[in-house]
């Protein structure tokens, strides 16, 4: 029997608790997009509409990817939270108020509702994944108005906002895979099998556990991309044409699934355990300059420990870093506070730890503080994991080096924020990989001065 397509994404919890109705909101403003120019943007500056965003992802989704172009696509544009619930939900009634409380855009059909009060003050390279994620289940709408597994859509749309991302220079395709997958295998005792996620009802379930988002997003996301990767876009297209896994994947529901077990089962090897890195001393004149790129910017920074200091009664070591002085604390390197122009403008409180010395592959810690906005006098909670996942031989253009690889993840949620590789031969990080809202950052070293 087929039905009516109407899919949410992100946040969607699925509860069946509909908001009381709230007096007179403003019906949204429609906006209809037809054969959009060709735009691609090189910096998320170069964006300055949502239709130029909208240009932008219908441009590679089309040209790059080969997906079917909808249009007319209408947008349903929304003043307010108050509205996008009122006007956005199928056969007049409100959207669930969890979906409203957190959903930025939800698609249905040839019609896309978004929640503008959400877009404002949210940069386009945060918006435009959100957006992409949003279009693809227009795109599905497309080929096909029966409603599939839900984790393959939802793995799709996943998988199109990952490619659009690597299109546009902003996050690379494979190290978005690489982070779901280090994710989700750092909790597969916890993960449902794909049955589990096939019902919108059970999708909701386990998105709304604490690591609702990989156990949701991020393992449909990995069970897509295999899929692609072991037959093709073509055939996953196919599939939402038909609805018959067997003939468009060439293998039937259940052998996917145990192959995609078994993946996952292997888990991920280290390949050193031997070594044990002791705290470094630093020496006032110590160097690092680095190569940076973020969001099609790219650019250098150079960090030099100018001096030696107290902060607070800790006895310090002062790291200039561009205009900015980093105070670390000398007996654990913890990060304590930032000055500019000879005067703090931040703090954590307690330090922000990088290391647990001595380091060793398996080594495990909490790293909890509060940064403290001196200036704004406000502060922000930080609760982190910090794992010594291996040692790894890592080339940057300063060379080649034995690091030891550090991964931090959310402590409540369980999503990677940033990897780091500590070399004990240059006495610092050799790279680092920071995963940011809008895209990711990264410092390779280029040159330093430890003697």
Known sequence: MKTKHFLVSLLYLGLLWIAPAYSAPEPPQLVAISNPPIFKPKSPEEIKTLEDA?????????????????????????????AFGAYAGRGGRRL???????????????????????????????????????????????????????WVREGFADWVAARVLDSLGWEGYEIAVQRATLEVLRHKGELPSLSDLEESRKWAIWANHPKGAITTYRLALLAVDQLIKRSSLTRMLDYFKSQDFSRSFGLSWSEFDSEFKKSLAQGRATTRKDSIGQKPEWKIGYKWQYAW?????????????????????????????????????????????????????????????????????????RNTYTRENLAEKSSQASDYSVLIADIEQIKVPAGSFEAFKLEIYGFQNGLMVMERWYSPQAKWFVKERIYLPNGVREEELTSFKVD
């Not at 992802?57 to 349903?76: D, R």
């Not at 019609?111 to 992409?132: C, D, Q, V, Y």
């Not at 390197?333 to 060793?360: H, I, T």
Request: overall charge neutral; cysteine-free; proline content about 5%.
């Open 54 to 82: 909208m240009a932008a992802i219908i441009t590679i989704t089309s040209k790059e990817l080969g997906l079917p172009v909808v249009q007319p696509l209408y947008l349903h544009l929304y003043k307010d939270a108050d």
């Open 96 to 150: 669930p108020s969890d979906v409203v409380q957190f959903a930025t855009a939800v698609a249905e059909e040839s019609r896309f509702h978004i929640n503008m009060e959400k877009t404002r003050g949210r940069p386009w390279s945060t918006l435009i994944k959100t957006l992409a994620h949003e279009y693809s289940h227009n795109i599905e709408y497309v080929l096909t108005v029966q409603r599939g597994s839900q």
């Open 293 to 365: 790129k973020a969001l099609g910017r790219s650019g250098t920074l150079d960090k030099e420990i100018i001096r030696e200091d107290i902060f607070e009664g800790v006895s310090s070591y002062i790291l200039r870093v561009g205009r900015n002085e980093n105070f670390y604390a000398k007996d654990s390197f913890g990060f304590l506070a930032v000055a500019s122009k000879g005067k703090p403008v931040s703090k954590r409180n307690p330090p922000d730890q990088y290391f647990s010395w001595p380091l060793e592959v398996g080594k495990e810690w």
